[in-house]
């Protein structure tokens, strides 16, 4: 057993590493870091509730991410026009998002609250898209690589599988905007809740908006351990990130991201996404029923 200082949380050093490569395997596949599942895990198992355990969750976005990324852009299944404007639009949602957390949601029972609400959410509108059976598509053969057409103020355009695909950019930046704020309270960056919706109201394939969700993810992560950091000199450790928990994280998430990054094409999403709404609704029930029981 090891401590860390800075949470004060106590565990095997091999615990987060596991957890993470586990979780983040299965997630990263869908476009999400896991860092969604990982702070309920750090709140009800290692006992790390304050304001600190989402940037610390941060940090583990920022670390393990890049190696799905990599794996995406070796594949060809980045699309680079959709990622720089979900960037775009989320990294200053980030910012306003840890004000709201730091000022308005340092209770961790209020927190679990808002976390359960956000993650109910967020199963749900997977889960109504299951049931229209828009997910379940399986990418083609042959030429599986991403063509882009178009990238104007008024739209993105893209080939993929040999169909077309867009969406409006306006409406992207709004969106990242949106879930750059619910990211940056709830310490996952913002890719969570992006990667359904590109999914449900643009009509994108998950094949190709996994890519751009880890990518927007990673960089509104960065922005927002700076910003955490930042607090801290007005605040104190109790907004402090905790770098070596986040970083034992992060290791394992890393080869978890790289692996599903690696194997995604060759899963239904259906598959993928019937694992992510169980893992929500689950833990979505245990913190809403808690707040109130």
Same mark, same amino acid.
């Given at each position: 057993?090891?401590?860390?200082?800075?949470?004060?949380?106590?565990?095997?050093?091999?615990?987060?590493?596991?957890?993470?490569?586990?979780?983040?395997?299965?997630?990263?596949?869908?476009?999400?870091?896991?860092?969604?599942?990982?702070?309920?895990?750090?709140?009800?198992?290692?006992?790390?509730?304050? %304001?600190?355990?989402?940037?610390?969750?941060? &940090?583990?976005?920022?670390?393990?991410?890049?190696? $799905?990324?990599?794996?995406?852009?070796?594949?060809?299944?980045?699309?680079?026009?959709?990622?720089?404007?979900?960037?775009?639009?989320?990294?200053?949602?980030?910012?306003?998002?840890?004000?709201?957390?730091?000022?308005?949601?340092?209770?961790?029972?209020?927190?679990?609250?808002?976390?359960?609400?956000?993650?109910?959410?967020?199963?749900?509108?997977?889960?109504?898209?299951?049931?229209?059976?828009?997910?379940?598509?399986?990418?083609?053969?042959?030429?599986?690589?991403?063509?882009?057409?178009?990238?104007? %103020?008024?739209?993105?355009?893209?080939?993929?599988?040999?169909?077309?695909?867009?969406?409006?950019?306006?409406?992207?930046?709004?969106?990242?905007?949106? &879930?750059?704020?619910?990211?940056?309270?709830?310490?996952?960056?913002?890719?969570?809740?992006?990667?359904?919706?590109?999914?449900?109201?643009?009509?994108? %394939?998950?094949?190709?908006?996994? $890519?751009?969700?880890?990518?927007?993810?990673?960089?509104?992560?960065?922005?927002? =351990?700076?910003?955490?950091?930042?607090?801290?000199?007005?605040?104190?450790? =109790? =907004?402090? %990130?905790?770098?070596?928990?986040?970083?034992?994280?992060?290791?394992?998430?890393?080869?978890?991201?790289? &692996?599903?990054?690696?194997?995604?094409?060759?899963?239904?999403?259906?598959?993928?996404?019937?694992?992510?709404?169980?893992?929500?609704?689950? &833990?979505?029930?245990?913190?809403?029923?808690?707040?109130?029981?």
């Amino acid at each position: 057993m090891i401590e860390f200082p800075v949470s004060g949380v106590e565990t095997y050093w091999w615990l987060p590493m596991l957890v993470a490569f586990v979780v983040s395997m299965f997630t990263s596949m869908g476009g999400v870091s896991g860092a969604f599942l990982l702070l309920p895990f750090q709140v009800s198992i290692l006992g790390f509730a304050g %304001p600190a355990v989402s940037s610390t969750n941060l &940090v583990y976005n920022v670390v393990a991410i890049p190696s $799905g990324v990599f794996r995406y852009y070796r594949d060809g299944r980045m699309v680079w026009p959709l990622t720089w404007t979900v960037i775009l639009g989320s990294v200053p949602g980030v910012f306003f998002g840890a004000i709201i957390r730091v000022r308005y949601l340092p209770d961790p029972r209020a927190f679990k609250l808002f976390a359960g609400l956000v993650l109910l959410y967020l199963g749900a509108k997977i889960l109504s898209e299951l049931i229209r059976n828009r997910m379940n598509i399986r990418p083609c053969k042959e030429e599986s690589s991403v063509s882009i057409l178009a990238f104007t %103020p008024r739209k993105i355009s893209y080939e993929f599988c040999k169909s077309t695909y867009q969406a409006s950019t306006a409406g992207l930046l709004a969106l990242s905007l949106i &879930v750059g704020v619910v990211g940056g309270i709830y310490g996952i960056g913002g890719g969570a809740i992006v990667a359904p919706f590109l999914v449900a109201v643009f009509g994108l %394939p998950v094949y190709t908006v996994a $890519g751009a969700a880890l990518m927007s993810t990673f960089v509104s992560s960065i922005a927002g =351990v700076a910003f955490y950091t930042l607090l801290a000199q007005y605040y104190g450790a =109790v =907004v402090q %990130p905790d770098f070596a928990l986040g970083a034992l994280f992060g290791l394992g998430g890393m080869a978890g991201m790289y &692996v599903g990054a690696a194997v995604q094409q060759y899963v239904s999403a259906r598959v993928i996404k019937i694992i992510l709404v169980v893992c929500m609704f689950f &833990v979505a029930a245990r913190y809403v029923l808690g707040y109130f029981l």
